[in-house]
């Protein structure tokens, strides 16, 4: 039997059997109010997360929803979860939250570039789960014997405290 199809339609990937990774829950639009030029439609806001979600996708992020099979997720928290397992396994999540508790200044290092640096270990892990008390302390622990000297003068002189006895 011969194959009548376009070259067009030859060239085109195939499409049937696949199909986006993210399940959008129909809406139902029995629930709506127009208001001033503008209709309101009674739409959860994780539906409208999970439409929204592939859109600003790219380089690795963009693969793995592509790999993703059809219909496999459901809800935003299953979303959430499949995508920080993939981008932040528990393996590279611990190395970075190590980095981050190691954290020492570098020699000739200066006070603002350490801290920047710091700062930019903590943006590399989003699920570090240190508070913010932990990090600062992890941070002034990591400074240099000068630079913590001199944040202790500089709060201790801010606060009316003696240096002598603290």
């Given at each position: 039997m011969a194959d009548n199809r376009t070259m067009e339609e030859l060239l085109q990937a195939p499409t049937e059997g696949y199909g986006e990774a993210i399940v959008i829950s129909k809406i139902n639009a029995d629930h709506f109010e127009i208001k001033m030029n503008l209709l309101q439609l009674d739409v959860p806001n994780d539906v409208i997360k999970l439409m929204m979600f592939p859109y600003p996708l790219k380089g690795s992020a963009r693969v793995w929803y592509d790999k993703e099979p059809p219909n496999s997720i459901l809800t935003w928290e299953?979303?959430?979860?499949?995508?920080?397992?993939?981008?932040?396994?528990?393996?590279?999540?611990?190395?970075?939250?190590?980095?981050?508790?190691?954290?020492?200044?570098?020699?000739?290092?200066?006070?603002?570039?350490?801290?920047?640096?710091?700062?930019?270990?903590?943006?590399?892990?989003?699920?570090?789960?240190?508070?913010?008390?932990?990090?600062?302390?992890t941070f002034y622990n990591g400074l240099n014997d000068c630079n913590a000297l001199f944040i202790k003068k500089t709060l201790c002189h801010n606060h009316g405290v003696s240096s002598k006895h603290s």
């Open positions: 299953d979303l959430v979860n499949k995508f920080v397992n993939q981008l932040f396994p528990p393996s590279k999540t611990t190395r970075l939250k190590n980095e981050i508790s190691r954290f020492t200044q570098i020699f000739e290092e200066t006070f603002g570039e350490a801290c920047e640096r710091f700062k930019k270990m903590l943006r590399a892990c989003p699920y570090h789960g240190f508070t913010e008390l932990a990090q600062i302390d």
